[in-house]
């Protein structure tokens, strides 16, 4: 046969080995190594069955962490679409300095979150820029220990990391709106819709391509947190603000292998259910243009 | 349109007058936000010339004596080198890796409709969601002796940066008519000069937008070196910052330069590449 000739699979083994070894094999090593007592501690691994599974449920300090990386998760993908799509929306208007606005509401996409993190440590400091402003424009009532008030630290990681994150889901709306044929709108016009009845009876549904993508991406980014509470909080005060990824690194460091393996499938069964139901939810409403 | 010309176009005449006041308004609004968007990192720009004592108080944004000097003490420190030069040929290695590995496979799995070859495909595709699973990584590495090695690392961002890649490359190869492997072939190309010579010379501009992306993805990095590299002669840029700020946690504006030369190889390719990388990110995400 042709195919055999013309496209041997030897083109695929590289890639194919690298990707074997190194990201399959560890996951499916995971699904072992979750039901063990695995640690620095003892040369021997033995199978403990769902005993870390029960550590989790029953710690209270390992299931805030479950529910912060939910909160994180839905908090910002909430706010980097709602932001984003407004954001695509007026830059797709006749406005001026549209390339500038886009810079600059993109540029933090391409920062460091180490780059990220000390410069919102530092404006977010009790006497920092954020509470000073606050102050000066009488809204001092709002002033907050931002990463330190154990009520208010995960919603100040999550908004960091909307400042970080909107510039791209901002240029994916963007490519949405700009692939709307224009007559549609000016047909909605003529026939006497509005702006907003423009835009939610026209307009989003024929971009729900870019809207589920948008969403599923951030969700999928939001769960796979870790930089971003790494380089704020290191998961503090106390596990105010940890995650699934911080609590696994502390288990590394800990030596406690199995249960940090542990917590890394749950966030796998997370997300997996998690973009499984999403991208099924959304073939639903997808309309070709 | 109208039958009644002129109180249309009395209308048409007040729309466009709240148009146009829209439109300023807009433009307002949307200045005001950029301002807010844009203040920590004029912040960072402005304190990285300020003095030690100017920028150990928070309350000043504009630096009252200009000092240039930052900029070179960082990059005197003693370790600062031999961290960019591990950003550079960890970056440069893993992104060329990556593009040549996935460019290869993808031809292969684009063209040929047998089980092995989706199966494969199906399997780089699941790797677009599923997380990387650390500690098995780790133990994974160890084993093969690369652990807390520069070849460790850059193998482990090669197989997690693959899937993406290789959902690039499949799609745009499957837009390149077969004919012209055939014809090629008929001529007696083999399939490594079909590759050089004829499917290569297409892929230049998804290989653009896969050079970029993961440049800015594996010069931020800092979990993979976090994780998997504990020896700091092999730290890149962004793990040296975390570890100059515990030095000099009283000297911001030392930390502010140092955060803008992290940050300037990545800006300026931005800044010029802005049209690759926008039109990538669309292409990419919205086919997907």
Redesign the interface.
């Known amino acids: 046969m042709?195919?055999k000739?013309?496209?041997?699979?030897f083109?695929?083994y590289?890639?194919?080995i690298?990707?074997?070894?190194?990201?399959?094999?560890?996951?499916l090593?995971?699904f072992v190594?979750s039901f063990t007592d695995w640690n620095a501690y003892r040369d021997t691994i033995r199978f403990t069955g769902l005993d870390n599974f029960v550590k989790i449920v029953s710690n209270s300090d390992l299931m805030l962490s479950i529910g912060n990386t939910v909160l994180f998760a839905v908090v910002t993908s909430i706010g980097k679409n709602v932001l984003g799509m407004l954001l695509a929306v007026?830059l797709c208007?006749?406005?001026?300095?549209k390339r500038?606005?886009?810079?600059?509401?993109?540029?933090?996409t391409?920062?460091?979150?180490?780059?990220?993190g000390?410069?919102?440590t530092?404006?977010l400091?009790p006497?920092?820029?954020l509470n000073?402003f606050l102050g000066h424009v009488g809204l001092g009532w709002l002033q907050q220990e931002w990463l330190v008030d154990r009520n208010v630290v995960m919603f100040t990681v999550s908004f960091v990391d909307v400042?970080k994150g909107t510039g791209?889901h901002m240029?994916?709306f963007?490519?949405?709106l700009l692939?709307i044929p224009r007559d549609y709108g000016e047909a909605a016009q003529?026939d006497g819709a509005n702006a907003l009845q423009e835009f939610f009876r026209i307009k989003l549904p024929l971009m729900m391509?870019?809207v589920s993508?948008?969403i599923v991406?951030s969700l999928?980014a939001g769960?796979?947190v870790?930089?971003q509470v790494?380089?704020l909080t290191n998961g503090g005060p106390g596990y105010a603000s940890s995650v699934l990824?911080s609590i696994?690194?502390q288990?590394?460091g800990d030596g406690r292998?199995g249960l940090?393996?542990a917590m890394?499938?749950v966030?796998?069964l997370l997300?997996?259910a998690i973009?499984f139901l999403t991208l099924t939810y959304f073939k639903r409403k997808e309309v070709d243009i | 349109?109208t039958t009644d010309t002129s109180s249309g176009a009395a209308r048409n005449g007040l729309a466009r007058l709240a148009k146009g006041k829209g439109?300023l308004l807009?433009?307002i609004v949307?200045a005001v936000a950029?301002f807010f968007?844009?203040?920590?990192?004029l912040?960072?720009i402005l304190?990285s010339f300020k003095s030690s004592m100017e920028a150990a108080s928070?309350?000043k944004?504009w630096p009252e004596v200009w000092e240039f000097g930052n900029f070179r003490q960082v990059l005197s420190g003693d370790r600062i080198l031999q961290a960019l030069r591990n950003s550079v040929f960890i970056s440069f290695l893993s992104i060329f890796l990556t593009i040549v590995?996935?460019a290869?496979?993808s031809?292969?799995?684009a063209?040929?409709?047998?089980g092995?070859?989706s199966g494969?495909y199906f399997?780089?595709i699941a790797?677009l969601?599923?997380?990387?699973?650390?500690?098995?990584?780790?133990?994974?590495?160890q084993f093969?002796s690369l652990m807390n090695t520069l070849t460790g690392l850059i193998?482990?961002v090669?197989?997690?940066n693959?899937?993406f890649a290789?959902f690039l490359f499949t799609g745009f190869i499957k837009g390149i008519p077969r004919e012209l492997?055939?014809s090629a072939?008929v001529d007696g190309f083999g399939?490594t000069r079909?590759?050089l010579h004829i499917i290569l010379p297409l892929l230049t501009p998804v290989v653009t937008t896969q050079a970029i992306l993961s440049l800015?993805g594996v010069?931020?990095?800092?979990?993979m070196p976090?994780?998997f590299l504990n020896d700091s002669s092999k730290w890149t840029l962004?793990m040296l910052?975390?570890n100059f700020?515990s030095q000099y946690v009283r000297n911001?504006n030392l930390?502010y330069a140092f955060?803008i030369i992290?940050?300037l190889p990545?800006?300026v390719?931005?800044?010029f590449g802005?049209k690759h990388f926008?039109s990538g990110?669309?292409s990419g995400?919205?086919k997907?």
């Open positions: 042709k195919g000739q013309l496209y041997p699979y083109f695929i590289p890639a194919l690298v990707y074997l070894v190194l990201f399959i094999c560890p996951t090593f995971s190594y007026a208007s006749r406005i001026g300095m500038l606005f886009r810079t600059v509401f993109f540029l933090p391409v920062l460091s979150f180490i780059v990220v000390v410069l919102f530092a404006l400091h006497e920092g820029f000073q400042w791209f240029i994916i963007m490519a949405g692939a003529i391509q870019a993508v948008n991406l999928i769960f796979k870790f930089e790494f380089v990824n696994a690194f288990m590394f292998w940090g393996t890394n499938l966030l796998f997300i997996t973009s | 349109m439109k807009l433009e949307l950029a968007y844009f203040f920590p990192i912040m960072m304190g928070f309350n944004l590995l996935a290869i496979a031809f292969v799995m063209r040929r409709k047998s092995f070859s494969a399997l780089f790797g969601v599923a997380p990387l699973m650390y500690i098995p990584t780790i133990k994974t590495l093969l193998l482990v090669v197989a997690t693959l899937p290789v492997d055939e072939f399939t079909i590759f800015v010069w931020n990095d800092l979990s976090l994780f962004p910052v975390y700020i911001w930390v955060l992290v940050s990545v800006v390719l931005f800044i802005q926008v990110l669309m995400a919205v997907g």
